[in-house]
Structure formats: structure tokens, C-alpha cells
């Protein structure tokens, strides 16, 4: 099941979830001198094209991104999320859609590193293309994130982000990624997991959020945006969330005025809603 290119949904409603999230988690490792390492589980091509190819087939952006993109009074993660893309398009113009290895690389410092897991031949080799600018601190493997993760933690320096978000089109990506953050925590107890979902009316996604809150994490966040009611026949994604083990004790204050915001903003119908939790599990 490797069809899915990311290229078709680019700066969507679910790219502005992940990548905001993603943005303040990395901002707060960066609080700290210490190096750190960013795993991406299934980092797709790096860059995408708004104007040219897939991302124009159905123009997802122009929900996601695009609504967002004059907007000068936004709170401080959405407006640093903002920005970032903004560095891509240094003429004001949205062109381009920095994915998630991209946006990392644009906020870590260059002491950290990256390790960029792609499966997909053709978007494999225009990851390799996109990241050849940051040199050394981008290794990118041809290969399987899920199975990659054994192989890298935990990271030399015992801090790191895992970003695992996968396409689920084959609905054994869900179980994939119970197993995964499982090896992983073994591995790498205090590492934090930000883990992206679609939401669908298939039982494997709905029920996702319930087995995370299962895994022997410290504590874990979970935020979702539903950007309209779920269409009657079953069929779609209308919305998706991230969750996320270990988080920084300050994200679920950081996506408070978020939230709400990007509710109203990213909105397609009146079903529009989200969801911010946070726990922490009871030591022992």
C-alpha cells in the first residue's frame, strides 16, 4: 500500500495541526543547550509545490494554510507555525509547503540532528533532493520508520522528538503504530511521541486516541481539530489530532488560544470543533 503521496493534501486544515504542534514541541527542546534528535517515521518528499502537480489536483491548502496565511494577529504558536512557512516564501507569495522534515530542520539549532525515515521510492528521492542543503544534520533512510525506530533510540544525547504519521490507507498502520510506540518507549522511556491520526468514522481511528491513553507514557496531550460534521455516507476525513506522550508541561497552555481559533478560522461547516487534553499518569 504505497500510494498514498502526501502531495495531494499540503498545507490542509491537518498540516496546519501537525506542524503547528510540531513547531512548539521543537521550540521547547531548543530551550535547552543540549542537542536533541528528530525522528520522522514517514517524512514523505520534504517540500511541495502549491502552484504545480498533485497539491493543485484538489487544492486542500486554500482550507488549511491559505486562511491563515495574512492573518497578523494570531497567538504566539500559530503565528510562529505562520512564520516558518512564511521562510519558504520569502516574497509573501504561498508557493510552497514545507512538510514536516523541512519544518523541523527550519526551527532546530545545528547541534541537533535529523533522522527522515520514506518508504516511497518516488518520494524518497526528492526527500534526499530537499534535504541535501542541511548537509550532515539530515540523514535520510530509504525505508520503514515503524522498523526504524529500533535502530536509532534512543538518540546519543537522551533527549528527542519521534514524529510518527503514517497514511494509515492500510488499516494496520493503527496497530503499526501501538507496536511501534511500545519498542519505542522501552527504548526510550522520557523521549516525547507526537503521533498525527485522520479522523474517520473506521473503527481503527476512532478508537486510536483510547489505546494511546493505554501506553505507559508519564503523561500524554491529546488536541483535535474536526473541521466539519462527519458526511453521512461514513465516507472522508473531517478532521484529524495529535497525540502526544511526554509532552512539555507548557503545550496544552500554549494550544489553548490556538484552538479555539483555528476552530473558527479552518471551519467548513457548522460541525466545526476540538478537542485539548491533557493527563498525567500517577508514578509507579
Known amino acids: 500500500m504505497?500510494?498514498?503521496?502526501?502531495?495531494?493534501?499540503?498545507?490542509?486544515?491537518?498540516?496546519?495541526?501537525?506542524?503547528?504542534?510540531?513547531?512548539?514541541?521543537?521550540?521547547?527542546?531548543?530551550?535547552?543547550?543540549?542537542?536533541?534528535?528528530?525522528?520522522?517515521?514517514?517524512a514523505g518528499a520534504g517540500v511541495y509545490s502549491l502552484v504545480e502537480g498533485y497539491a493543485t489536483k484538489n487544492a486542500e491548502f486554500t482550507g488549511g494554510i491559505a486562511r491563515l496565511w495574512h492573518d497578523t494577529d494570531l497567538p504566539e504558536a500559530l503565528a510562529d507555525y505562520v512564520d516558518v512557512i512564511h521562510q519558504f516564501n520569502p516574497d509573501g507569495e504561498l508557493r510552497y509547503y514545507p512538510g514536516s522534515p523541512a519544518c523541523a530542520l527550519q526551527v532546530m539549532r545545528e547541534q541537533d540532528k535529523a533522522r527522515l525515515f520514506e518508504l516511497h521510492s518516488s518520494d524518497s528521492k526528492l526527500l534526499i533532493d530537499n534535504m541535501e542543503h542541511y548537509g550532515r544534520q539530515a540523514q535520510v533512510d530509504v525505508g520503514d520508520g515503524f522498523g526504524g525506530i529500533k535502530a536509532v533510540l534512543p538518540p546519543p544525547s537522551r533527549r528527542g522528538l519521534v514524529l510518527i504519521d503514517p497514511p494509515y490507507e492500510d488499516k494496520g498502520d493503527y496497530q503499526r503504530v501501538i507496536d511501534a510506540l511500545g519498542e519505542g518507549l522501552k527504548r526510550f522511556a522520557t523521549g516525547t511521541y507526537a503521533i498525527w491520526y485522520p479522523q474517520l468514522q473506521r473503527e481503527e481511528a476512532r478508537t486510536l486516541p483510547a489505546r494511546l491513553k493505554m501506553l505507559p507514557a508519564k503523561s500524554w496531550l491529546h488536541v483535535a481539530l474536526s473541521v466539519q460534521t462527519p458526511s453521512p455516507d461514513g465516507f472522508g476525513m473531517y478532521g484529524s489530532g495529535m497525540f502526544i506522550l511526554n509532552p512539555p508541561w507548557t503545550l496544552h497552555d500554549t494550544l489553548k488560544p490556538v484552538m479555539p481559533l483555528l476552530a473558527k478560522k479552518l471551519a467548513q461547516d457548522a460541525g466545526a470543533r476540538y478537542v485539548l487534553d491533557f493527563h498525567e499518569n500517577a508514578a509507579g
Not at 6 to 11: C, E, L, R, V, Y
Not at 26 to 34: I, S, T, V
Open 2 to 42: 504505497l500510494s498514498y503521496r502526501h502531495a495531494f493534501h499540503a498545507g490542509n486544515h491537518a498540516d496546519v495541526l501537525k506542524h503547528t504542534v510540531q513547531i512548539a514541541l521543537l521550540r521547547y527542546l531548543n530551550q535547552k543547550d543540549k542537542p536533541y534528535t528528530y525522528v520522522d517515521t514517514h
